[in-house]
């Protein structure tokens, strides 16, 4: 005769064994010390040489008396954006200020001052560069625009980036000029190298 006492106890008790196997089975994985799993991807970019530039406002003004020397200042983006760090220049010319028939001297406009400024700080290579080009220069002049000559030049290794570079001009009216408004167009160029 079968003992349903030991039967009854004999299945509880493998039913209790195996839910103990199982639940031991699914919190193994959260004990252990499995290491996590992560990716590694590689990154490849490609940086490419931009270009070497300047801007300038369409125009400026000064205004003066007869035998005064009126300044203005002729802000100039200068942009190296080659990543050579060659260094770089600014060249001037101009024609001669006339009003009419009357002209001022070829040699009445000068730049006595220039400062060159990051435009962004943090995003050039310094946060001024000075000017290997000793100040005054004077800026040539003809009825049609001589030689230029250079204003500004940043080192190499240095004026990477986009400056912001403002000379100082002075105009000198003499004393012997003719009142009227007088024009004239400067020609502006940036080069590679001091």
Request: proline share 6%.
């Given at each position: 005769?079968?003992n349903?006492k030991?039967?009854?106890?004999?299945?509880?008790?493998?039913?209790l064994?195996?839910?103990?196997?199982?639940?031991?089975?699914?919190?193994?994985?959260?004990?252990?010390n499995?290491?996590?799993?992560?990716d590694a991807?590689?990154?490849?970019?490609t940086?490419?040489?931009?270009s070497?530039?300047?801007?300038?406002?369409?125009?400026?003004?000064?205004?003066g008396?007869?035998?005064?020397?009126p300044?203005?200042?002729?802000?100039?983006?200068?942009?190296?954006?080659?990543?050579?760090?060659?260094?770089?220049?600014l060249?001037?010319?101009?024609?001669?200020?006339?009003?009419?028939?009357?002209?001022?001297?070829?040699?009445?406009?000068?730049?006595?001052?220039?400062?060159?400024?990051?435009t962004t700080?943090?995003?050039?290579?310094?946060?001024?560069?000075?000017?290997?080009?000793?100040?005054?220069?004077?800026?040539p002049?003809?009825?049609?625009?001589p030689?230029a000559?250079?204003?500004?030049?940043?080192?190499?290794?240095?004026?990477?980036?986009?400056?912001?570079?403002?000379?100082?001009?002075?105009?000198?009216?003499?004393?012997?000029?003719?009142?009227?408004?007088?024009?004239?167009?400067?020609?502006?160029?940036?080069?590679?190298?001091?």
């Amino acid at each position: 005769m079968l003992n349903l006492k030991t039967h009854v106890s004999h299945l509880y008790k493998s039913g209790l064994v195996f839910v103990l196997l199982m639940v031991g089975v699914l919190l193994l994985p959260a004990l252990s010390n499995t290491p996590a799993f992560a990716d590694a991807p590689g990154i490849t970019g490609t940086v490419s040489a931009g270009s070497l530039s300047e801007t300038a406002s369409a125009s400026y003004t000064f205004s003066g008396t007869i035998g005064s020397t009126p300044t203005f200042t002729m802000p100039i983006s200068g942009s190296d954006l080659t990543g050579a760090a060659a260094g770089w220049n600014l060249t001037i010319t101009s024609t001669t200020l006339t009003s009419g028939s009357n002209t001022l001297p070829t040699t009445a406009s000068q730049i006595t001052g220039i400062s060159a400024t990051c435009t962004t700080a943090g995003t050039c290579s310094s946060n001024s560069v000075t000017s290997g080009v000793a100040t005054p220069v004077a800026i040539p002049a003809a009825t049609t625009a001589p030689a230029a000559v250079k204003f500004f030049n940043a080192a190499a290794s240095s004026g990477s980036g986009v400056y912001t570079v403002t000379p100082t001009i002075t105009v000198t009216i003499p004393g012997s000029a003719k009142t009227g408004t007088y024009t004239s167009t400067y020609t502006l160029a940036v080069a590679s190298g001091p």
